[in-house]
């Protein structure tokens, strides 16, 4: 335990003297469930991965997402999902994994006993019949406890992610609630923003007091709709919310090409300049389309057109000073020499073969820290690694001086 808190300490320390180092990484809140069933992990190459996180650090990774709920036994409505299973008893240890692996930890709140996500927002069965006043002391309550239990073990999160996708708030009600009755934050109403305020203030309170050096992030998935996301931040403004980070999702099967996200970020920095800004969730398939794709797309579902999204991503974020974190969703997600299966067809692993795709190494490479001329990296001439890749992954034997190219490592290098 001891190991876990001072490599933890360490790691907060490090990144807040060196000043903003773009992080880059994933959500792995699966992990433990692929591990148990033997998932056969590669690396791009075909190699045997012989322990994920710590490949993933070696690759260039430097942080890592795990959600959290209330008690997900409780949800027992026709959309149950057994994915949604992340206890405090089932977090832990992974938590503790990406502490040793040497990389940050965010913490993702639900506040549900399932998915927490503009679509549904359920109050936890065991919180269904208090008032307002009552559910915001349970929240406090809650994520006190939660965030000492963690610590009590050594496990100290850099990032903290009060509620999950909050752009219509949290807490509406019992699952099966009448939609009109459910306590939901809208543009162009006042309803319930003042007790989405309340909730939050609790919420952040008991952040700032357990690990008053987290980041807190407030996350929306707007990102399609300017006026709305914009709204939702004004309204924190104004309900005073404390917060240092906007969080958003950006899908583009479900949000539109890769210029609405340059759009809404834009719009953010220009707004809120005191704030940085992190995706912390975004995808694309390697192959096959995602179930209740709304959006048309400007790469194939192939291995090579999620590279291309990556790339294009990495670039554009590259250009946003205020942008200092990317995290795939479910990145860990694969199939291959196990039982397993699911809805989902957009980690950074390949269930057909277990290897990890090109666009792993590409959004590896935006945890880079900028040099003075804005590039991510340089490497003399006289002191190249041995191997590079292109900004799809594929190898590149002999680059030539000027190349924007990905070590064996992750890194994005531009060659002189």
């Not at 795990?66 to 149950?80: E, K």
């Not at 958003?248 to 704030?275: N, Q, R, V």
């Amino acid at each position: 335990m001891e190991r876990t808190v001072i490599l933890c300490v360490l790691m907060m320390a490090w990144w807040i003297k060196a000043g903003a180092v773009r992080l880059a990484g994933g959500d792995v809140s699966l992990l433990p469930e692929y591990e148990e069933a033997g998932a056969n992990y590669y690396d791009p190459e075909g190699r045997p991965i012989a322990s994920l996180l710590p490949w993933l650090h070696d690759e260039g990774m430097n942080a890592m997402r795990v959600r959290l709920f209330v008690n997900p036994s409780d949800y027992t409505g026709p959309d149950a999902d057994p994915n949604a299973c992340q206890t405090m008893e089932y977090i832990l240890p992974l938590c503790r994994q990406i502490c040793d692996a040497g990389m940050e930890l965010m913490l993702d709140f639900h506040y549900s006993d399932t998915w927490a996500d503009p679509a549904r927002q359920f109050t936890p069965a065991a919180w269904g019949t208090m008032d307002d006043e009552a559910l915001a002391r349970q929240v406090y309550d809650y994520t006190r406890r939660s965030l000492l239990t963690l610590k009590e073990e050594g496990i100290v999160p850099a990032y903290i992610q009060p509620g999950n996708e909050i752009s219509y708030g949290m807490l509406w009600g019992a699952p099966g609630t009448p939609d009109e009755l459910l306590k939901k934050t809208l543009m162009g109403s006042d309803a319930n923003w003042d007790r989405l305020g309340l909730l939050l203030r609790h919420a952040v309170s008991a952040c700032r007091e357990v690990c008053p050096d987290a980041g807190i992030v407030i996350h929306t998935e707007r990102t399609a709709s300017p006026d709305e996301q914009r709204n939702f931040y004004r309204q924190m403004e104004r309900l005073g919310i404390d917060f240092d980070i906007i969080g958003l999702s950006y899908y583009p099967y479900f949000h539109g090409p890769l210029s609405s996200l340059d759009a809404a970020i834009t719009e953010l920095e220009t707004d809120f300049p005191a704030k940085r800004i992190m995706v912390v969730e975004t995808g694309y398939a390697y192959a096959w389309e995602v179930p209740g794709t709304s959006c048309a797309v400007d790469y194939p579902y192939t291995q090579e057109g999620q590279a291309q999204f990556a790339s294009g991503l990495v670039e554009m974020l590259e250009q946003h000073p205020a942008v200092n974190g990317l995290f795939w969703w479910w990145l860990e997600y694969n199939a291959c020499g196990t039982m397993l299966s699911g809805w989902y067809n957009a980690p950074l692993f390949d269930s057909r073969n277990g290897r990890a795709t090109p666009a792993l190494r590409i959004i590896a490479s935006f945890a880079e820290r900028d040099t003075p001329d804005g590039v991510a990296g340089f490497a003399s001439a006289d002191r190249r690694p041995s191997v590079f890749y292109d900004l799809s992954g594929r190898p590149m034997p002999h680059p030539r001086p000027g190349t924007l190219c990905i070590d064996s490592s992750g890194r994005r290098l531009l060659l002189r």
